[in-house]
Each structure stands twice: as C-alpha cells, then as structure tokens.
Nanobody
Framework: QVQLAESGGGLVQAGGSLRLSCAASGRTLNIYEMGWFRQAPGKERELVATIRWDGGSTSYADSVKGRFTISKDNAKNTVNLQMNSLEPDDTAVYYC????????????WGQGTQVTVSS
C-alpha cells in the first residue's frame, strides 16, 4: 500500500507564494512520475504539473507556467510545488498523484490540501 502525505496549503493574498510538499511512503515501487492536480468548486480536476522520476522532465499547465515550479527528492520520495505570484483563480484543493509500474501500472492520490488565494 502507498500513502501520500501532503502539506503546505493555506490562505494567501494574491501575489503571494506557497510551497506544497507530498511525501510518499509504503510500497513505492518503480515510481514513474509524481505530480499535482487541482480541483476548484464546480470544476473538474485538472493537471497542474508533473515530474518524471528518472530524468526529471517536467510538464506544466499553461495557466501556471512561469509561476509554479515542481521539484523532487528521489531519496525522500518527495515532490514539491513552489507556487509564486498566486492568483485568485489558483484557489482549489490540490492533490498529489503518484504513478508507477509494478507488473502493471498503478496510481495513488493524496487526500488533498486546500489553497485559497484572496484578492
């Protein structure tokens, strides 16, 4: 079983910064990538950023490019999301996701952490 523990959400004014962290524990075999998704009220869950575990290539939603940076610590099985120049539209519950391969693809989600950006 894999557990994902997210931290770092909160309330911030527009233009401010927050840093989210997600630590994976348990049977984290052959991690392929980790990433962050978000879901605002009344909207579908959307991808924010992902990072490949080998090589570290990253991808970002257009709406966060240049403002958010995803990084990882392989030794600690941790992925971070540095969010700068936050906007009210960034308000959402942010979810960490892990995807790996072990005799088949598997994925796990964190419980989510609330990010609220006030105008």
């Amino acid at each position: 079983q894999v557990q994902l523990a997210e931290s770092g959400g909160g309330l911030v004014q527009a233009g401010g910064s927050l840093r989210l962290s997600c630590a994976a524990s348990g049977r984290t075999l052959n991690i392929y990538e980790m990433g962050w998704f978000r879901q605002a009220p009344g909207k579908e869950r959307e991808l924010v950023a992902t990072i490949r575990w080998d090589g570290g290539s990253t991808s970002y939603a257009d709406s966060v490019k240049g403002r958010f940076t995803i990084s990882k610590d392989n030794a600690k099985n941790t992925v971070n999301l540095q969010m700068n120049s936050l906007e009210p539209d960034d308000t959402a519950v942010y979810y960490c996701k892990l995807r790996g391969y072990n005799a088949g693809w598997y994925s796990h989600w964190g419980q989510g952490t609330q990010v609220t950006v006030s105008s």
